[in-house]
T-cell receptor, first 115, second 112 residues
Framework: GAVVSQHPSWVICKSGTSVKIECRSL??????MFWYRQFPKQSLMLMAT?????????EQGVEKDKFLINHASLTLSTLTVTSAHPEDSSFYIC???????????FGPGTRLLVL | EDKVVQSPLSLVVHEGDTVTLNCSYE??????LLWYKQEKKAPTFLFML????IEKKSGRLSSILDKKELFSILNITATQTGDSAVYLC????????????FGKGTRLSVIA
């Protein structure tokens, strides 16, 4: 149980385009979803926390207009990287938390490469 | 289907105890195994293991990988209350639909 999926797994795009990444909780309702960015051999950097039906809370230094987050339902959150640039190339990971729960369930990540 | 299984799910020990956390995996293609410590929200990177039998150490923490038996262990000696956290194991795969497969984590509580 508690499976989280991400789509797509890998994406290569041209600079200036926008990319949407989906995060879904497949067998539970996720009241809170988290979006992380990871660089090799480094800790996961929390970008934002999203609660269903409300605006996402962004961490300091993360541009909300650049990384648009929508938590439209209890099973889906999306991260849109707008006008992507090569420096946005990274590994984006989402996690989901059940209502009242403390455990985060992690998705498999999405590798983004911006050319 | 790629999967990572951690055990135990939860563990309570006294300060000074030594603990061993387990991570076993089944993946189609293996690149590396990662250990993280999650205290609040964002997991903190601990180790990356790619080769069998080579122990990695950082202070009281150490980890080793067995690619033949498909598992890794994370050891914490002389535990302190600050070691209380969820410890996550993840396996990185170079291809396929799941670039990173996370285990469910082991919740460690160290009591004084």
């Amino acid at each position: 149980g508690a499976v989280v999926s991400q789509h797509p797994s890998w994406v290569i795009c041209k600079s200036g385009t926008s990319v949407k990444i989906e995060c879904r909780s497949l067998d539970f309702q996720a009241t809170t979803m988290f979006w992380y960015r990871q660089f090799p051999k480094q800790s996961l950097m929390l970008m934002a926390t999203s609660n269903e039906g409300s605006k996402a809370t962004y961490e300091q230094g993360v541009e909300k207009d650049k990384f648009l987050i929508n938590h439209a339902s209890l099973t889906l959150s999306t991260l849109t990287v707008t006008s992507a640039h090569p420096e946005d190339s990274s590994f984006y990971i989402c996690s989901a938390e059940k209502r009242g729960g403390e455990t985060q369930y992690f998705g498999p990540g999405t590798r983004l490469l911006v050319l | 289907e790629d999967k990572v299984v951690q055990s135990p799910l939860s563990l309570v020990v006294h300060e000074g105890d030594t603990v061993t956390l387990n991570c076993s995996y089944e993946v189609t293609n293996f690149r590396s195994l990662l250990w993280y410590k999650q205290e609040k929200k964002a997991p903190t990177f601990l180790f990356m293991l790619t080769s069998s039998g080579i122990e990695k150490k950082s202070g009281r923490l150490s980890s080793i990988l067995d690619k033949k038996e498909l598992f890794s262990i994370l050891n914490i000696t002389a535990t302190q209350t600050g070691d209380s956290a969820v410890y996550l194991c993840a396996v990185e795969t170079p291809s396929g639909n799941t670039p990173l497969v996370f285990g469910k984590g082991t919740r460690l509580s160290v009591i004084a």
